[in-house]
């Protein structure tokens, strides 16, 4: 007999499956300003209609063994990649947060962050077309966290104002902190969309969830940068994306967010929050 929570974890695994067959078009056409319905997909080496068996999410990849079933091109790895991450990550919250408010929110803006972050790693560019109405949207259901199971406090208060206070607040500091280095570094050290996109995880995650996030955005992306300099795969003067580090402290936070922010009440420190 299969348990409420594992038949939880089976859909959700199966709808972040097909969420990242699509997120994979959005990967692919949102940076050429392409439509997201029209054309159907297609393979771009031989531009053949894609038949409906070979858009099954991981399956028809596996299927097909990584190939175009009419040209024999070979279909890059990063399709596969991002069902399997975004179908784990799905079910991984549903286990974590149960069929409630709380996983359709993480769930979507994990889904979010593995297209910032596709986008990114493919063309080093975070679109403000997808990081400003982000922000919009995400600084206006901050009202909600606390019918979420997502409560901020602001200087001791709780409740709705101060969820959104908390979160506007982490998500304008952390741009602040992203604009000083862009600055400093004249646009070297990150770009524009780093800035944005810092803003976005600051008024989703608010305080202390950012905390979190820029540090384990900001180690994996010195450890990865370390290790391809040792390898040297890259110099120092190449250009790294680092929105792709960002994006993964992001979504690792989705699964944290709740644990801090209960762990950070329960140490009494109320009084210090934003």
């Not at 009202?143 to 409740?159: I, N």
């Amino acid at each position: 007999m299969v348990s409420a929570t594992t038949f939880a974890a089976i859909v959700a695994f199966l709808v972040g499956a097909s969420v990242g067959s699509f997120l994979n078009v959005v990967i692919d056409r949102v940076p050429a300003g392409k439509s997201l319905i029209r054309p159907r997909s297609f393979c771009d080496s031989c531009q053949k209609t894609l038949q409906d068996r070979d858009l099954v999410p991981i399956v028809s990849y596996l299927a097909l063994r990584g190939h175009c079933r009419a040209c024999g091109a070979r279909i890059p790895l990063r399709v596969i990649l991002v069902e399997i991450l975004t179908a784990g990550l799905f079910a991984g919250l549903a286990l974590a947060y149960g069929p409630h408010a709380e996983f359709i929110v993480l769930a979507a803006a994990a889904a979010y962050f593995i297209a910032i972050a596709g986008i990114d790693y493919d063309r080093q560019l975070i679109l403000h077309s997808m990081t400003l109405p982000a922000m919009a949207v995400v600084l206006a259901i901050s009202f909600f966290w606390p019918h979420m199971g997502l409560a901020r406090t602001f200087l001791g208060h709780d409740g709705a104002w101060a969820a959104f206070v908390n979160s506007l607040l982490s998500g304008l500091a952390s741009a602040a902190a992203f604009l000083a280095i862009y600055i400093a570094t004249a646009g070297r050290g990150m770009g524009e969309g780093d800035i944005t996109l810092a803003a976005v995880m600051g008024f989703l995650f608010g305080f202390p969830g950012i905390v979190l996030a820029l540090w384990l955005g900001i180690v994996v992306g010195g450890v990865i940068a370390i290790g391809l300099l040792v390898l040297r795969k890259k110099s120092r003067k190449d250009a790294v994306p680092f929105g792709v580090f960002l994006a993964v402290g992001a979504i690792a936070s989705t699964f944290l967010l709740h644990w801090i922010t209960v762990r950070y009440q329960e140490m009494g420190l109320r009084a210090f929050t934003l």
